[in-house]
T-cell receptor
Framework: KQEVTQIPAALSVPEGENLVLNCSFTDSAIYNLQWFRQDPGKGLTSLLLIQSSQREQTSGRLNASLDKSSGRSTLYIAASQPGDSATYLCAAADYNTDKLIFGTGTRLQVFP | SAVISQKPSRDICQRGTSLTIQCQVDSQVTMMFWYRQQPRQSLTLIATANQGSEATYESGFVIDKFPISRPNLTFSTLTVSNMSPEDSSIYLC??????????????FGPGTRLTVL
């Protein structure tokens, strides 16, 4: 059974720092891995999707990498801003069923 | 990407009652899903809403408690029946459009925040 974990659970940093959020999954048979952002009490915003055949994806200040063999993905946030404050969730898509298994989330606070 | 709306955005309900949540998409999509996010927890898949047939439920979720309808390719409802305080959660629908993309990317609605007293 796929299990997805994220570390750290919470992170508080000053504005301008470069950040790395980690996501680990136990079963490498994934179709893709998605990173989402969730603001308090809100839905999820899709940030990046990495297909199982890809190594990384970039969007603006965000870069996500995927290493299936080690069961890890990282989300890199460059030059963090207070507006980046949110919970970041990763989710692994099962290869056969498309079902998303979500990680536990990293709650990020960027202070001015 | 598809634009997804949910109604209501939030509600406060009494125990023993039922609430129906609606999910509307602005375009036809192949797959629709319902998730629950309990306080300070991550998301858990409740079921896959199948168009024109019974939903496919995940382990721990049953049709009597969470009946789901999907009458067409743009709309689905989730009912939370005979509610108890343990049902207090955010309920989210998501969609995946295999006609539009083969990426299997899911997009989420804004969620419905339910509080049961």
């Amino acid at each position: 059974k796929q299990e997805v974990t994220q570390i750290p659970a919470a992170l508080s940093v000053p504005e301008g720092e470069n950040l790395v959020l980690n996501c680990s999954f136990t079963d490498s048979a994934i179709y893709n891995l998605q990173w989402f952002r969730q603001d308090p009490g809100k839905g999820l915003t899709s940030l990046l999707l990495i297909q199982s055949s890809q190594r990384e994806q970039t969007s603006g200040r965000l870069n996500a990498s995927l290493d299936k063999s080690s069961g890890r993905s990282t989300l890199y946030i460059a030059a963090s801003q207070p507006g980046d404050s949110a919970t970041y969730l990763c989710a692994a898509a099962d290869y056969n069923t498309d079902k998303l298994i979500f990680g536990t989330g990293t709650r990020l606070q960027v202070f001015p | 990407s598809a634009v997804i709306s949910q109604k209501p955005s939030r509600d406060i309900c009494q125990r023993g009652t039922s609430l129906t949540i609606q999910c509307q998409v602005d375009s036809q999509v192949t797959m629709m899903f319902w998730y629950r996010q309990q306080p300070r927890q991550s998301l858990t898949l409740i079921a896959t809403a199948n168009q024109g047939s019974e939903a496919t439920y995940e382990s721990g979720f049953v049709i009597d408690k969470f009946p789901i309808s999907r009458p067409n390719l743009t709309f689905s409802t989730l009912t939370v029946s005979n509610m108890s305080p343990e049902d207090s959660s955010i309920y989210l629908c998501s969609v995946e459009d295999k006609w539009e993309s083969s990426d299997n990317e899911q997009f989420f609605g804004p969620g419905t925040r339910l509080t049961v007293l």
